[in-house]
């Protein structure tokens, strides 16, 4: 069965220093792994997805996160925070390894505090 | 183009109502999945629907059940309601799913919040 492990139930960085989301997967298939961000009172928005093509993703907003098999991680990170990065971010996987579905497992979320 | 659209955003009930919730994917899209979301929980699969046939359904009672029509539009009925089913309920739509592979993206509305008195 798949599942998400996110390390950190919430993280708190300055404006402008670098921002890691750890998360960690467990799957018996080749996986697809998503970041999903959701800013309060809104719903969830697609930062970035791997889906067994290059191990280092490249998403919006300047996020990226990198695949590691070795290591069943994929961490997400920005280089310079910004106070409207705050919001909850959720790492998931795709259930039965393949992106040819709508049924997400995500992980129990990551809270970012920006502070100024 | 429209996002996905979710009505109604907020609603209250009482504990043995029934609540029925819309929502409205993107045009174009075809596969609708549900989540529902909870302090507790965190975000938990309901089902997904392709074409007006579930295809995929999460770990939930009877009590709750959806439906799809022709136009993709999609509803979720909750019965019997308790306190527990107090929650934000997500709908999300993606391309045609099948044996095609889609994006892998899920596009997903603002969510109905319902609470149970």
Known sequence: AQSVTQLDSHVSVSEGTPVLLRCNYSSSYSPSLFWYVQHPNKGLQLLLKYTSAATLVKGINGFEAEFKKSETSFHLTKPSAHMSDAAEYFCVVSDRGSSNTGKLIFGQGTTLQVKP | ?117
């Open chain 2, 1 to 117: 183009k429209a996002g996905v659209t979710q009505t109604p955003r907020y609603l209250i009930k009482t504990r043995g109502q029934q609540v029925t919730l819309s929502c409205s994917p993107i045009s174009g899209h075809r596969s609708v999945s549900w989540y529902q979301q909870t302090p507790g929980q965190g975000l938990q699969f309901l089902f997904e629907y392709f074409s007006e046939t579930q295809r995929n359904k999460g770990n939930f009672p009877g009590r709750f059940s959806g439906r799809q029509f022709s136009n993709s539009r999609s509803e979720m009925n909750v019965s019997t309601l308790e306190l527990g089913d107090s929650a934000l309920y997500l709908c999300a739509s993606s391309l045609a799913l099948g044996r095609r592979p889609n994006t892998g993206e899920l596009f997903f509305g603002e969510g109905s919040r319902l609470t149970v008195l």
